[in-house]
């Protein structure tokens, strides 16, 4: 790094693969691996003034100002002062570098925050508090409970059994159910020995820095001994230590290096698509601008050869008539370039600004239970807001909440769940403002679940053998894992929130999981302690997608507990269940309508001979080297079958507040929703009908799964040909050439019907390949809605790429965590959700708030007013200074195109900066069309937009063909009504001065009533800018016209006197109202016409918003109603492997203290009320305690060994 802050060290090559030594620094530098300080900030104080002043004037529109302020302190080419130009550019300059600055000081900010956290680091033999930025790669540190990791890390040893350590990956991939990690036997038999680890002198070979989250591969040599790593030993930057007092590592990839800076993508300047066009109608205006020019010099050599040895007397002529024609040529040059004025830069930059401030204050966007507000942290993409075509968002955080619910079930043909209402008999929609069921009778009861059915809890205290059945089954058949810190308070550790909400409502309705062993299952029931024997766990697969335990009650009994998805549980059950399968199908059917995921249980009794068989066979099947994985299956079938159906039960993945109705009003407004998800293909196809993405009024939702690329364009091209038989191989790509290049555009494909696709990660890598993308992109682009499952950081980010590069559209990336980040640079907006959830990605967005629901309102409110004030702002602006510019072309042919100005140079220097500065930001910053509620009631206004109706190159052009007709009406009616005429006192009216005055006037009242017709809301604001800047022109006009300022200046305030004695005839003020007339006439009854045979939108809405004379209407909340068919919830966020961790028999504590159970059945109790839904099972929705001394007890513990004895 070198002084200024750049990086001029010589790069050093490629890294194939890392080599670290533990304990060893010396060896380690040696390889010039990062440090673990983090830079994000682009300046230092040495650099700030000379990177920022390069990166302005990249910027063409700077550059030619800087070029125009070069000739204007030439003295044989300029007719104007330097002043005009320098004090602009300067004020430009300064408040685009102080916002830079401004950006850049809270990085910095940032960086050191983070820089100079500090961590124990073991430094020979000693722990020793470092800050962040002096970890090295090789250190071993020690991390205490709640702590971030600092770095990415080989874990060496912790303070649980098994060396196992629990992590939270909000920052990562904005989960919050906690992972597993465990070290490596032989470094984690070193405990927290400070003396041997600081001997400890392992090598690590392993993978050089890349973004991959989910993937590590490396080998360990310690004592003459190879050990294999993988991701599961590894922890990374960015996560947090939970439930775990300690634990020490090895130091792998710092800083930069580490996979979640990886993840944070290259930082790229993004601009607008608006800010595109003006660099190629830049490019245009200066052509025109030249081609004026150049006509003008081209007069000025033929009048100077014709007509200009008359005027020797007051103008010197230049011998050399070409050399006079290339002053003339360059006078002009610095005359005319009001064509594209500074402030245009300088107003767009106070329009974002102040628009980017509504988004920060507006309280509908504000999120209370978190006290965060919505925020814009750029202030240049406001207007791009209101073009948004493609939504790319993540699901995990972004539209769900990570947290399951215990809503209803079916237990025997009885559904349960609902609250009905005792006279009418109707069902009622559950409300906050419902009392729960009571379930103080449970002193082990979760105080967090509500459930708002009595009939659930009154059935279970008649002790209806059914539904204890169906609750002892939730209770035993799952892998969960009981923390008892202190008596009576539990935790459950589930691998998945599904579990979780499930063992949560056994719990609470009387059947409570107290704790497990490899061969035990102990829970309570109604209040009696009981301990069943763990004889096999039939795990989890994705082709299974069922779950089995065989276990022993305490009178002997033997009993299969088996929970799945319905249609593979129905395959298996026993033919005397026949009846209960149809009620029990309605009732799944309903659940699934409502977008609940849904699982049925079963049971079967087993005799004790044949599972002795059947345990022989198993115990030689899962010791085999050949066809283990198939003979287990077998096994599995064969006992799995002849069950008896329990019930089902329904969760609720429970959707951020006001998903589905933000994806409604997102989808009438012609926004296409992508999600891409790192998910199970089942949990994303569940969410998406959750939340309306996927209906089943659809006309098919296609799925590609494949594993070549020749199957996948197979299974893209066939699912296109049924979307749309006729279409044809070739002509769905059109050129679309900019500046030369001409990219090929993917072109809109209309179909009949909607359609769906979802795509696995497998996939996605063959659709993404050169050869594949356009066919996927063409398929996809055809759908209502696209769900890629299971994808990578890096596939997120290609998915976008890809989009960008073949649609003329503007794509938005929202997401919650470190694996989103990619996704959000690349899109032309990135938001991140802030809150619980971690906020890397908010570090990396271009807006920010709490719910996706604010969504809705930031694109169809605020980026739809920002979008629409932009174009109207732009129109206008090139308006008026066009018809300013173009009357000193006509005047050139007057005044033998001698560079002479037609106004008057103050008049010049202050039209910009103060006679229509403040109108047009007026109308920037409060005009709208129709208010936030009827935004919000017609999306559909949101369409214009995307379609950049508002302002593209054919409105350009209009807006130039207005200007020309205005100018000739501000130069030429002037001029006729001053032609040979006598003022009221018989003296001659007709002269220069006169006539300036009489223009200035005319093109100021112009502009003013045009704005009036462009505005289409007027407040107090924008009359007091349009009227108050009326009067500062007549104001700063009869002032600068006397003779006070002459004497003071002559050269600069030659105009003595004009306005008195010309603003007092009659004649003049009769020129000025029939200029402004004529000017207007032609856009008003264009406007009128227009409006009356072809409405637009915006005419439409704004016609019937005025004839209901009616105030907006407030935001509702429909109530959404699905119809599906059934979706099964268990296979949806269950990792397979887990069956055989809790078998396992290494993994014990020291057994549980007993218990005493404290719990006493009771009668019906009459003080019941119905109430609510079933509170949320979250993952972490507990304390998360500073490290105590506990007693262990039997908490989870996850081991990669399968242990195949029972």
């Not at 899109?827 to 604010?854: K, N, P």
């Not at 020291?1150 to 404290?1158: E, Y």
Request: hydrophobic share 40%; aromatic share 12%; glycine share 6%.
């Amino acid at each position: 790094m070198s002084f200024f802050g750049l990086d001029c060290m010589q790069k050093k090559e490629t890294e194939v693969e890392r080599k670290i030594r533990a304990n060893d620094r010396e060896y380690n530098s040696s390889f010039r691996y990062a440090t673990n300080s983090i830079k994000t900030s682009k300046y230092n104080p040495f650099t700030f003034l000379p990177l920022n002043l390069f990166e302005q004037f990249q910027r063409i529109a700077n550059a030619y100002f800087l070029f125009l302020l070069i000739l204007q302190v030439i003295p044989a080419i300029s007719s104007l002062s330097w002043f005009t130009t320098v004090v602009p550019l300067v004020l430009v300059l300064s408040v685009t570098a102080a916002k830079d600055a401004t950006d850049d000081i809270n990085r910095h900010r940032s960086d050191r925050k983070v820089n100079n956290r500090k961590v124990n680091v073991l430094i020979n033999g000693k722990l020793i508090s470092e800050k962040w930025m002096n970890v090295q790669v090789g250190d071993i540190i020690k991390l205490e409970n709640n702590q971030f990791v600092t770095a990415d890390l080989l874990l060496l040893s912790s303070s649980e059994p098994l060396n196992l350590i629990y992590i939270e990956t909000a920052e990562l991939d904005g989960e919050t159910n906690l992972k597993v990690k465990q070290a490596l036997t032989v470094t984690g038999d070193m405990g927290d020995n400070l003396e041997a680890l600081a001997a400890f002198n392992g090598e690590v070979c392993c993978e050089p820095p890349n973004n991959r989250l989910d993937r590590f591969t490396g080998t360990l040599t310690f004592g003459m001994q190879k050990y294999s790593l993988d991701n599961e030993r590894v922890l990374l930057r960015g996560c947090t230590l939970r439930n775990t007092d300690w634990c020490f590592g090895l130091v792998l990839f710092a800083g930069p290096e580490t996979k979640l800076m990886q993840n944070c993508g290259k930082s790229t300047f993004k601009r607008t698509s608006i800010d595109r066009l003006m660099n190629v109608l830049v490019l245009f205006i200066f052509g025109l601008l030249a081609l004026m020019c150049i006509i003008l010099a081209v007069g000025n050599g033929i009048w100077e050869n014709h007509a200009g040895s008359k005027f020797n007397a007051f103008l010197p002529r230049e011998e050399n008539i070409a050399f006079s024609a290339f002053l003339t040529f360059w006078s002009y040059i610095i005359i005319l370039n009001t064509v594209v004025p500074i402030s245009l830069y300088v107003s767009m930059e106070v329009i974002r600004l102040g628009n980017s401030y509504y988004i920060n204050w507006d309280r509908n966007m504000y999120h209370a239970r978190s006290g965060t507000p919505a925020e814009a942290r750029t202030t240049t993409l406001n207007e791009e807001l209101g073009q948004i075509k493609y939504i790319f968002s993540d699901k995990t955080g972004t539209l769900t909440q990570n947290i399951m619910t215990f809503n209803k079930c079916s237990i025997n043909g009885k559904s349960y769940g609902d609250v009905i209402d005792h006279y009418s008999g109707q069902r009622l929609e559950i409300t906050e403002e419902m009392t729960p069921v009571d379930f103080s009778f449970n002193r082990l009861a979760d105080p967090k679940f509500l459930f708002y059915d009595h009939s659930l809890v009154e059935a279970v205290k008649l002790e209806l053998p059914e539904v204890h059945a169906f609750f002892r089954l939730l209770a035993l058949c799952h892998t969960v894992m009981a923390e008892e810190k202190k008596e009576g308070d539990l935790v459950y550790q589930a691998q998945s929130p599904d579990e979780g909400a499930l063992v949560t409502a056994a719990r609470n309705f009387g059947f409570v999981f107290r704790s497990r062993s490899p061969e035990t299952v102990t829970i309570e029931e109604m209040g009696i302690q009981r301990s069943y024997e763990l004889l096999a766990i039939l795990d989890f697969n994705n082709v299974r997608k069922r779950m089995s335990v065989i276990v022993r009650n305490p009178e002997g009994k033997l009993s299969l507990y088996c929970k799945g998805a319905d249609t593979i549980i129905y395959e298996r059950l026993h033919p005397s269940c026949s009846k209960l399968m149809e009620v029990t199908t309605e009732h799944l059917n309903e659940f699934a309508g409502e977008g609940l995921r849904t699982l049925v249980l079963a049971y079967k009794d087993l005799d004790e001979e044949y599972f002795s068989e059947w345990k022989q066979r198993h115990h030689e099947s899962s010791v085999a080297l050949e066809d283990r994985e198939e003979n287990l299956d077998k096994l599995y079938e064969e006992i799995e079958k002849d069950m008896m159906l329990i019930g089902a039960t329904a969760i609720e993945d429970k959707l951020q507040d006001g998903v589905a109705q933000t994806i409604e009003q997102l989808a009438k407004a012609e926004i296409k929703i992508w999600v891409l998800t790192g998910d199970k293909q089942e949990t994303a196809e569940n969410i998406g009908y959750s939340c309306n993405l996927l209906r089943e009024e659809m006309n098919d939702v296609f799925i590609v799964a494949s594993n070549s690329p020749e199957e996948v364009r197979q299974e893209l091209r066939d699912a296109r040909l049924k979307m749309c038989p006729d279409t044809e191989q070739d002509k769905f790509l059109i050129p679309e050439i900019i500046l030369g290049n001409t990219p090929k555009v993917v072109q809109d494909e209309k179909v009949n019907g909607e359609y769906g696709l979802v795509i696995n990660g497998h996939s996605l890598a063959y659709a993404l390949e050169s050869n594949v993308e356009l066919e996927f992109l063409r398929t996809a682009c055809m759908c209502k809605t696209v769900i890629c499952c299971r994808v990578t950081p890096l596939q997120k980010a290609q998915v976008v790429e890809l989009v960008k590069k073949y649609k003329k559209a503007v794509t938005l990336a929202i997401g919650d965590g470190a694996n989103d980040v990619s996704m959000i640079k690349a899109a032309h907006i990135g938001v991140g959700i802030s809150g619980q959830e971690g906020m890397q990605a908010v570090l990396s967005s271009d807006f920010s708030f709490a719910q996706f629901r604010f969504l809705q309102r930031l694109l169809l409110v605020h980026g739809r007013w920002s979008y629409l004030r932009m174009c109207k702002f732009l129109r206008y602006f090139f308006y008026k200074n066009f018809t300013f510019t173009f009357v000193h072309f006509w005047y050139a042919f007057f005044c033998g195109f001698s560079a002479q100005t037609v106004y008057d140079e103050g008049f010049i220097t202050l039209y910009n900066l103060v006679y229509t500065a403040l109108p047009v930001l007026g109308m920037s910053l409060f005009d709208q069309d129709v208010n936030a509620g009827w935004s919000l009631e017609f999306p559909q206004l949101y369409v214009p937009g995307q379609l950049s109706q508002y302002f593209s190159k054919r409105a350009f052009m209009m807006c130039a063909l207005h200007s020309c007709y205005s100018s000739l009406v501000l130069f030429f009616v002037p001029y006729a009504a001053v032609y040979d005429t006598v003022r009221d006192d018989g003296r001659d009216g007709a002269d220069y001065q006169s006539f300036a005055l009489i223009t200035q006037t005319c093109l100021t009242v112009t502009v003013c009533v045009q704005l009036g017709l462009d505005l289409s809301y007027w407040t107090v604001v924008n009359h007091l800018f349009v009227w108050g800047s009326l009067g500062m022109f007549f104001f700063l006009t009869f002032a600068m016209y006397t003779d006070g300022l002459y004497r003071l200046r002559p050269s600069s305030f030659a105009f003595v006197g004009t306005a008195q004695n010309c603003l007092n005839q009659s004649n003049v003020w009769l020129t000025v109202a029939l200029t402004a007339l004529l000017c207007v006439l032609p856009v008003f009854a264009y406007r009128f016409l227009y409006t009356q045979i072809s409405p637009t939108i915006n005419d439409k809405v704004r016609y019937k918003v005025c004839k209901m004379k009616e105030p907006a209407p407030r935001p509702r909340r429909a109530r959404l109603t699905r119809r599906s068919t059934r979706r099964s919830g268990y296979a949806f966020s269950h990792a397979q492997g887990y069956g055989d961790l809790v078998t396992s028999r290494r993994f014990l504590r020291r057994p549980a203290p007993a218990r005493s159970t404290g719990f006493t059945p009771t009668g019906r109790s009459p003080g019941f009320k119905p109430t609510g839904r079933s509170a949320g099972y979250s993952p972490v929705g507990r304390e998360q305690n500073p490290k105590q001394k506990v007693e262990p007890t039997s908490l989870q513990m996850f081991r990669a060994v399968k242990d195949s004895s029972f």
